[in-house]
């Protein structure tokens, strides 16, 4: 079945260590996207990809870090500069238009150690 | 820019009740609509969308929604509800194609809460 895969789904990090978040899809979306939801605070644009080599900064990119450089993957590295990386991180893919629905992965829950 | 307002964190229904959660948006064109469901710790499903046509559009699980451009909302509805629907609820709005796939734009959300 096609779908999107995150991993791990719970991540621990320890202070000043950068973590890589992975997210594959094989869906054959052209476009991805990363959100971070906190609680109350609803889900937040952190990256998006609309094709492979190319991406661009959402709402609160400081301290994340993308790259594309295969269509299936899209993977996120939280570095030491975000100081409150404590979050449930969502991978999303679509086709990429905006009238087409993206699709969810289960998501990672990250915390510090 | 675009913005998505629900207004209520928690909703309380009892089972077999009628629900409605609302959505009001803000945004200067017809907007993409959808309405997403999450179970703890899972991602979201979307439950409906809405894009041109038909103002009252159904969706998966029994829920329907409808766009009232007068009033910019899009209030999900469901006639009876069951235990198994509770979730957090998401109101989401996306860009016209002048901006490009650009991700979306989501609403806090709303807590349901079925009562037995």
């Known amino acids: 079945d096609g779908g999107i895969t995150q991993s791990p789904k719970y991540l621990f990090r320890k202070e000043g260590q950068n973590v890589t978040l992975s997210c594959e899809q094989n869906?054959?979306?052209?476009?991805m996207y990363w959100y971070r939801q906190d609680p109350g605070q609803g889900l937040r644009l952190i990256y998006y990809?609309?094709?492979?080599?190319?991406?661009q900064k959402g709402d609160i990119a400081e301290g994340y870090s993308v790259s594309r450089e295969k269509k299936e993957s899209f993977p996120l590295t939280v570095t030491s500069a975000q100081k409150n990386p404590t979050a449930f991180y969502l991978c999303?893919?679509?086709?990429?238009?905006?009238?087409?629905?993206?699709?969810f992965g289960d998501g990672t829950r990250l915390s510090i150690l | 820019a675009q913005s998505v307002t629900q207004p209520d964190i928690h909703i309380t229904v009892s089972e077999g009740a009628s629900l409605e959660l609302r959505c009001n948006y803000s945004?200067?064109?017809?907007?993409?609509l959808f309405w997403y469901v999450q179970s703890p710790g899972q991602g979201l499903q979307l439950l409906l969308k809405?894009?041109?046509?038909?103002?009252l559009v159904q969706g998966i699980k029994g829920f329907e929604a409808e766009f009232k451009r007068s009033q910019s909302s899009f209030n999900l509805r469901k006639p009876s509800v069951h235990w198994s629907d509770a979730a957090e609820y998401f109101c989401?709005?996306?860009?016209?194609?002048?901006?490009?796939?650009?991700?979306?734009?989501f609403g806090k959300g709303t807590h349901l809460i079925i009562q037995p």
């Open positions: 999303a893919s679509s086709i990429g238009s905006p009238n087409q629905p993206q699709h």
């Open positions: 869906l054959n979306h052209d476009a």
């Open positions: 990809s609309q094709i492979v080599n190319d991406f």
């Open positions: 945004y200067g064109a017809t907007p993409y």
């Open positions: 809405y894009f041109s046509g038909d103002t």
């Open positions: 989401a709005v996306g860009v016209l194609p002048g901006g490009g796939a650009d991700g979306l734009t």
